[in-house]
């Protein structure tokens, strides 16, 4: 768009791996993915959340919404200070952040929670696939258990960083 908007010839960077060739390694991962049974059965049974009638109406269009906002200052704290001061990924700190809440509103340390990420990734595959200039929505949707220690934040961030490292390949 750039070098169009200056006139020029649009010269785009090379191509990436294909959506089938990503299909193809995928069938490849199969071993991988067998080794790793173990873990997805062992994880625990997710617990029920509490609500807020036991006899009422807790639907989602009896559903309140609360919004909050963070300033550019807590937002650049939290996007790029606390990462590079605790040696952690923003996905660790935001889920340390939504265990406290768990925490606090259902009285349990544990949980079974489901995540989506990226899916992208380089080490995806054995870093064998570039997808970065592929068109299509690659993404990874896996639960994970985790359990907020007790202690000081530092504590707790190191705790959520070390479970989720577990995951084998990072839900593929």
């Known amino acids: 768009y750039r070098q169009e908007r200056r006139g020029l010839t649009a010269q785009l960077p090379p191509k990436t791996h294909s959506f089938q060739h990503w299909a193809t390694e995928l069938l490849s991962f199969r071993d991988a993915a067998t080794a790793a049974l173990p873990y997805w059965q062992d994880l625990p049974r997710a617990a029920a959340l509490p609500v807020d009638q036991s006899q009422g109406n807790n639907t989602i269009a009896a559903a309140e919404t609360v919004t909050v906002s963070l300033s550019s200052e ?56 570039n997808l970065s200039r592929t068109v299509g929505w690659f993404t990874c949707l896996h639960p ?29």
């Open 74 to 129: 807590w937002t650049q704290a939290l996007l790029q200070e606390v990462p590079s001061m605790q040696h952690v990924r923003i996905d660790e700190v935001l889920l340390t952040a939504l265990m406290q809440v768990l925490v606090d509103w259902t009285g349990e340390r544990s949980q079974l929670l489901t995540l989506e990420n990226y899916g992208r990734h380089a080490d995806i595959l054995g870093g064998k696939l």
């Open 144 to 172: 994970v258990a985790l359990r907020l220690v007790e202690g000081n934040l530092g504590e707790q961030l190191k705790s959520v960083k070390a479970q989720l490292r577990q995951v084998p390949h990072r839900g593929l």
